[in-house]
């Protein structure tokens, strides 16, 4: 999913060695998706920006499957999944 901005994980965008800071995209008007800021090593950025160039999906839904991931792993389910059957 593209949306068009440019993400300091995008290659456009400058990034520093140690910070990234993670913009998200907005998925509809009751989407309550907020920014944050997360210290990533840089050969995780590279990899993780190579694998969303060559699969064409955007970073942050990358990202957001990775913290559900965590999430689910220790039990914390997000609300979507913990309200399904």
């Known amino acids: 999913m593209q949306d068009g901005s440019a993400s300091p994980l995008s290659p456009e965008a400058p ?7 993670v913009s998200v995209d907005v998925r509809g008007p009751d ?3 907020v920014s944050t800021h997360v210290l990533v090593p840089e050969e995780q950025v590279q990899k993780l920006r190579e694998l969303a160039r060559r699969t064409r999906i955007h970073q942050s839904e990358y990202l957001r499957e990775a913290v559900d991931d965590l999430l689910g792993k220790y ?3 997000t609300p979507k999944e913990e309200g399904q059957s």
């Open 31 to 33: 989407a309550d998706i």
């Open 15 to 21: 990034s520093s060695p140690a910070a990234t800071e």
């Open 75 to 77: 039990g914390r389910g």
